[in-house]
Each structure stands twice: as structure tokens, then as C-alpha cells.
């Protein structure tokens, strides 16, 4: 075989292992998306729609306009048809609970990650171990107990109960040991000495933290911003426990709703989940600039 | 108020676990006095405590026992920025995100200064260092030799009693090392501030130390001005540590023969021996048949006899480093080696024999088991 040939072979293998994979990643996409515009609730099952098929009304569903179905195809009646709790609004719940809880978390954790990386007291390594250990059983095991916990307290302080944002975060934030090692191991990767350089000029433990700290850490601080926040975004076992009513449910909630067991709507489930990408793809684009490499470059020569 | 002297008293410093358990024993018990304006520096191997003295005095390390005074005030419970101090860490420490101008101000601001005294403050420093057209750039722009300027000029805004330095030049090339080392003398006697200057290269403690701080396992061996640790080290340690290429050392003992002394060295066969003159031999006829060890510079082994203080040894060459106007020529001598600095251009070949004379005014020798200088 000649060089060019053999060349020639191996780009084209290459390729073709490229054009699979994303054949793999595109082709569900494309069918959800067809799917969202497609007349009738059909599953996502195909890559092409003739011009006949294609339709608003899923959309439209979906974002709370009221629009026209054909009831009966022969008479031509149709009926007028609007979403009680618009899928939108659910959209909005989703947003607000995953910035809120994700906020906490990078609080919560980038604090915690602070003193352990940083201060030196009894029992930091086994507890250190202790949380990693605890993280490894899934949160979703905990399920009815947080369900207990959360109408206990919702009795008695009714704002953090059942149905409401406050308890769903309050169970969020308390999946964070993860995130603790996380910034730990980031905040390892620090020359403590530009700490101490601040505290000899006169900062405080606080200052040190917020200002010096803190802006040197940006990249791991974006990057558990928005894995919390797509992993919460998409969060479905523990909403759907605590989100009962329609009202403040989330979009995996709301959108599983939409597929039950009597009525499966895959259209507006489609239209929906299409949706759905759009907050996590806009929260990527902002934490993205923060994702660089280089940010403690020259402050400190290891 | 205005003292910026340091008093080290009974200073020990214990590393403890998480626990609170001891771990180590960095620093044993020293006790070292600085004068106001002085430039003392800590010098010493890997290890032996010279760091962790210096960030007890700076408050960033907890003091186990003893204690540490600026001026008249003790300051083992004072924080860091109550204690009049400024310090350059080894690798910068700058702030990264923040502008030169910023890094530089940010202790001032902190200390809510105004800000036209900042302006000027930083404005009249930068200067001074040269680094005043790059004021708005960041840390990461700036060569290695400029970050540690800005470090320097960090200190001197702050406007300390005492400056304190760790090793701020070792991650600098050598000419920039040169460069920085006359800065920061120059530095000194401008401003006249204490300082007290950690590093383990002793050609930078001789050159930049008004005294030096000779330091070994969290113990002080010496504090002397260089000259004198140079002359009249005390004990076998600092011999061995200051200068370069260091001293020869000979283990041996003092014999009387044919009705003189001389110092054998104590081997199998091929011994060295030395007959002792002079005040050599005065403090030699105390010693005789005790173990001791023999001690002479690279720089007092010569090729020509002198005025009757030199006695001869003989030897060959084994490896010669010339460099101009005088030669390293690493001898066989006995049952070791022994290292002259010979004056002169002579190119020396391998196995060829030499005769050296030892300078025997400036002979030290020291007690075996107390590595003690006898005098
Ligand atoms: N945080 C620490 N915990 C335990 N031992 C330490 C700690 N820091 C330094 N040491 C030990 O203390 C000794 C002296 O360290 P250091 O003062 O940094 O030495 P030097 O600056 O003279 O090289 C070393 O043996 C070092 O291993
Ligand atoms: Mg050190």
C-alpha cells in the first residue's frame, strides 16, 4: 500500500468514528426537536417531517398561548386550548430554584472548602473522609425521610415545608460534599503565601477569603456553578417528592407530568425538554469566560 | 516607639499534627539580638529553621515558648499587621487579579488611607524601583526580577520597622540575583530600616550582612559579622559552611616527634603530617595525643614558601579548575583530598606532584568530639 494511500485509509477511519459519535449525540436531539413541531403527541421517532406535519401548537402549549385543536376531524370542531399551569412557568420555577440553590452551594461549599484546606483543627481528615463516604450513598435512598423532615418542618414553619422552594434547596444544599473536596483540591493548588501576604498587610480572615482567595479560585467556583445548576435544572426524584402542586413544580417534574400515565403528550414533552436546554446553554455561555486557565499565574512562582 | 530592634528570646517552635500533638522541633531555643537597622541575615542548610524563625517574627507562624519583641513591645500575641513589619516571600506572593498599582496599595487601603497618599505613596515607591510605567498591568506580565521589585515595593509602602525577607532572590537567574542583591543593600542604606534576611547561600549572607545568623537543626551555631566567621569560626560547623570552596578538614591528633609537634593525620598509611609553628604549636603542646581536627582555608595553601610562617606538604594533582587569575587545584594529599586556591596562571596536569605550604597563622584547629574551635 503507498503512503498516501495508507494516508489516505486512516483519515477516513477517523473520520468515520467521528461522524458516528456525532451522529450518536445529534440524532436524539434532532428528534426531540422534530418532535416538538410535529401534529399529534408522537414520540420522538423520526428525522424527517413532511411539510403537512409540522405545527406550533406544542410550542404554543408550552409557553402558555392559547391555540385551536381539531376536536373531530370531520365535523371541523375544535376547541379553544390553554395551559392551566403554563410549562413556562415551571421553566421559571426550574431557574429560580437551580440559580438559588447553586449560589448556596458555592457559598456553603467554598466556605467549608476554606477550612479545610486552610485552617488546621481536630478531626479534619476524618471528616474530610466522613463526608466523602456519606456522599456515596444516593441522596435519592434519603427520599421518604426528607419527605418526614420536610412536613414536619413545613408544619411548623410553613414556608420551608412541602410545595415550597425554600425546603427543595434546604435538601439541595445538603448534597455538597462533593463540591467540598472539589474546591478543596483547588484551593490546594494555591501558595498559601499570597494569604499571607494579605493578612500581613491587614486583611482579615474575611477579606482574605473574598478578595484574594475568591477571585483566584473563578474557574472552580463556574465550573461547580454550573454542574450544580444543570444537575438541578434536570433534577427529577427529589423535586418530584417535595413539588406536588402544579403551581411550583420544576421542569423535570412538570415535564414528567406531561407523560403520565393515561395521556402521554410527547409533543409538548418535546417541546418542553428542547426548552429545557436553553438555561443550561445560557448559564454554560456566562460561566464559560470564567473558565480559563492562568488566573493565579504570576502571583506566586512554585 | 520608633525602635525597630529585635530581641529573640528562648524562641521554640514546635509543628504540631491536627491534634495538637507535636510533630517536630523546627526551632530549639535560640536567642538572637538585632540591633535598630541592622541587617542580619539567617543563613543556614535546608531545613534548619532559618523560614520558620522568620514568619514567628513576622506572626504567621504560632510561637511554642519564648518571645519575640519589637522595639520594646512583645509581640507574641500581635497580629501581623500591628507588628511593624513587611515581608518578601521566596516565590512573591503577589496578587494576581489585582494591578501592580493595587497590589502595591492594597495594604493601604486596607489601613483606610486616603487616597491621594496612596497615589503619591505608590506613585513616589514605583518610582524609586523603576516600575512606575507598568503600574496598571498585572503580575503575570511582568519578568521575574520586575514581580520581585513590586514585592519590595509592597514592603516599603508599608513603612516598616522591620523588613523581613525570605530567600526573595532565589527564583531569580544569577545576573538578576547580582542585580537585586545591590538593590536591596542599597535599599538598606537608604532607608536605614532593620532587616532581617533569610538565605541558605552563604556568598549572599557575606556580602549583604552586616551580621550574620549562622544557623544549623533549629540551633544557632555563630552570630558574627562576616569577616569574623570568616577569621574565627566557632566551632566546626560554620568553619565548614562559610566560605567557598570550603575549608579543609583533617582528623587527626597532635604528636610530639623528633622534639617537635605536628599534627598527624590518622590513617592506615600515607598520613599527612604537619609540623605545628608558631601559635599553632603554643596551643598544639595543650593537646598533645588528643584527637583533633585540622583546619586550613583553600586560599591559605600556596605554591611558595613565606617568611617562615608556611610549612610544606606534599601532594599531587588531581583535578585543576583554572579560572584566570588564580586556580582550584583539588589535591591528593594523604589518605583524602585537599582543595588550594593557588594565585597565578600556572596550568597544573593530573598526577602531577606539588608541593603545597600550609599558612600556618591561619590554621584553626577543633575538638573532635565538640567540633568546638580551640583556642
Ligand atoms: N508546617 C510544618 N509542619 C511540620 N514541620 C514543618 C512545617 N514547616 C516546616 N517544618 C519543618 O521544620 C524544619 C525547618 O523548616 P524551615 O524553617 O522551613 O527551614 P529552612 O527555611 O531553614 O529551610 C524543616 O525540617 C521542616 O521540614
Ligand atoms: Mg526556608
Avoid at chain 1, 411539510?51 to 375544535?78: C, F
Avoid at chain 1, 426548552?275 to 460561566?287: A, Q
Avoid at chain 2, 523560614?51 to 509581640?75: H, P
Wanted: charged share 20%.
Amino acid at each position: 500500500m503507498s503512503p498516501q494511500r495508507k494516508q489516505f485509509l486512516r483519515q477516513l477511519t477517523a473520520h468515520l468514528v467521528l461522524i458516528i459519535v456525532c451522529a450518536l449525540v445529534l440524532v436524539p436531539l434532532v428528534m426531540v426537536i422534530l418532535a416538538s413541531f410535529r401534529k399529534g403527541n408522537f414520540p420522538p421517532n423520526a428525522l424527517w417531517l413532511s411539510l403537512d406535519q409540522w405545527t406550533l401548537d406544542h410550542w404554543k402549549y408550552v409557553l402558555g398561548i392559547p391555540y385551536r385543536e381539531v376536536m373531530n376531524a370531520t365535523s371541523g370542531e375544535t376547541r379553544l386550548i390553554q395551559a392551566q399551569t403554563p410549562p413556562l412557568h415551571w421553566f421559571f420555577n426550574s431557574i429560580l430554584v437551580a440559580s438559588l440553590a447553586s449560589l448556596g452551594i458555592i457559598l456553603l461549599a467554598g466556605t467549608a472548602a476554606y477550612a479545610f484546606a486552610r485552617l488546621r483543627f481536630r478531626f479534619r481528615g476524618p471528616t474530610l473522609t466522613g463526608l466523602l463516604i456519606l456522599q456515596m450513598f444516593p441522596q435519592v435512598l434519603a427520599l421518604t425521610a426528607y419527605y418526614r423532615i420536610l412536613s414536619y418542618i413545613g408544619q411548623r414553619v410553613p414556608w420551608i415545608g412541602l410545595n415550597t422552594f425554600p425546603g427543595l434547596i434546604l435538601i439541595y444544599l445538603s448534597g455538597i460534599s462533593i463540591n467540598i473536596w472539589m474546591i478543596k483540591g483547588y484551593f490546594d493548588t494555591i501558595s498559601i503565601s499570597m494569604e499571607e501576604s494579605a493578612r500581613i498587610d491587614g486583611a482579615s480572615r474575611f477579606q482574605t477569603f473574598f478578595r484574594i482567595l475568591l477571585p483566584m479560585s473563578a474557574p472552580i467556583f463556574a465550573v461547580v456553578f454550573i454542574l450544580s445548576f444543570i444537575g438541578m435544572i434536570s433534577e427529577y426524584p427529589t423535586a418530584s417528592v417535595v413539588l406536588q402542586d402544579s403551581a411550583v413544580r420544576t421542569l423535570a417534574v412538570g415535564a414528567y407530568s406531561l407523560v403520565g400515565e393515561q395521556e402521554k403528550l410527547w409533543g409538548h414533552f418535546s417541546a418542553l425538554a428542547v426548552l429545557s436546554g436553553v438555561p443550561i446553554t445560557i448559564m454554560f455561555l456566562l460561566c464559560q469566560r470564567f473558565i480559563i486557565g492562568g488566573l493565579t499565574s504570576g502571583g506566586a512562582k512554585e | 516607639m520608633n525602635d525597630g530592634a529585635v530581641h529573640i528570646t528562648d524562641l521554640v517552635k514546635t509543628y504540631t499534627d491536627d491534634r495538637g500533638r507535636p510533630t517536630f522541633t523546627a526551632v530549639k531555643k535560640i536567642n538572637l539580638e538585632i540591633q535598630n537597622g541592622e541587617f542580619m541575615v539567617l543563613v543556614g542548610p535546608s531545613g534548619c529553621g532559618k523560614t520558620t524563625t522568620l514568619r514567628m517574627v513576622a506572626g504567621l507562624e504560632k510561637i511554642t515558648s519564648g518571645t519575640i519583641a519589637i522595639g520594646d513591645r512583645i509581640v507574641n500575641d500581635m497580629e501581623p499587621k500591628d507588628r511593624g513589619i513587611a515581608m518578601v516571600f521566596q516565590n512573591y506572593a503577589l496578587y494576581p487579579h489585582m494591578t501592580i498599582f493595587n497590589n502595591m496599595a492594597f495594604g493601604l487601603q486596607l489601613a483606610k488611607k486616603k487616597k491621594d497618599f496612596i497615589q503619591d505613596t505608590v506613585g513616589r515607591t514605583s518610582k524609586a524601583l523603576g516600575l512606575d510605567q507598568m503600574l496598571e498591568r498585572k503580575p503575570q506580565a511582568l519578568s521575574g526580577g520586575q514581580r520581585q521589585r513590586v514585592a519590595l515595593g509592597r514592603a516599603i509602602v508599608r513603612n516598616p520597622q522591620v523588613f523581613l525577607f525570605d530567600e526573595p532572590l532565589s527564583n531569580l537567574d544569577a545576573k538578576m540575583r547580582v542585580q537585586m542583591r545591590s538593590e536591596i543593600s542599597r535599599l538598606h542604606s537608604q532607608l536605614g530600616n532593620t532587616m532581617i534576611y533569610v538565605t541558605h547561600d552563604q556568598v549572599e549572607a557575606m556580602t549583604m550582612g552586616d551580621r550574620i545568623c549562622v544557623m544549623k537543626d533549629g540551633a544557632i551555631m555563630q552570630v558574627a559579622d562576616p569577616l569574623t566567621l570568616y577569621r574565627q569560626p566557632e566551632n566546626l560547623f560554620v568553619a565548614g559552611f562559610i566560605g567557598s570552596p570550603p575549608m579543609n578538614l583533617l582528623k587527626g591528633k597532635i604528636e610530639r616527634r623528633d622534639g617537635g609537634l605536628v599534627f598527624a593525620e590518622t590513617a592506615e598509611q600515607n598520613a599527612v603530617s604537619v609540623p605545628l609553628i608558631g601559635q599553632v604549636e603554643a596551643l598544639g603542646s595543650k593537646l598533645l595525643d588528643k584527637p583533633v581536627i585540622f583546619g586550613v582555608r583553600p586560599e591559605h595553601l600556596t605554591e611558595e614558601s613565606k617568611n617562615g610562617s608556611h610549612v610544606p606538604v606534599a601532594s599531587s594533582v588531581d583535578i585543576a579548575e583554572p579560572m584566570g587569575s588564580e586556580s582550584l587545584v583539588y589535591l591528593k594529599a594523604g589518605t583524602g583530598n585537599l582543595i588550594a586556591r593557588i594565585h597565578g596562571e600556572a596550568l597544573y596536569e593530573m598526577g602531577q606532584p606539588l608541593t603545597v605550604y600550609v599558612n600556618m597563622e591561619k590554621v584553626l584547629l577543633f575538638d573532635s568530639e565538640t567540633e568546638k574551635v580551640i583556642r
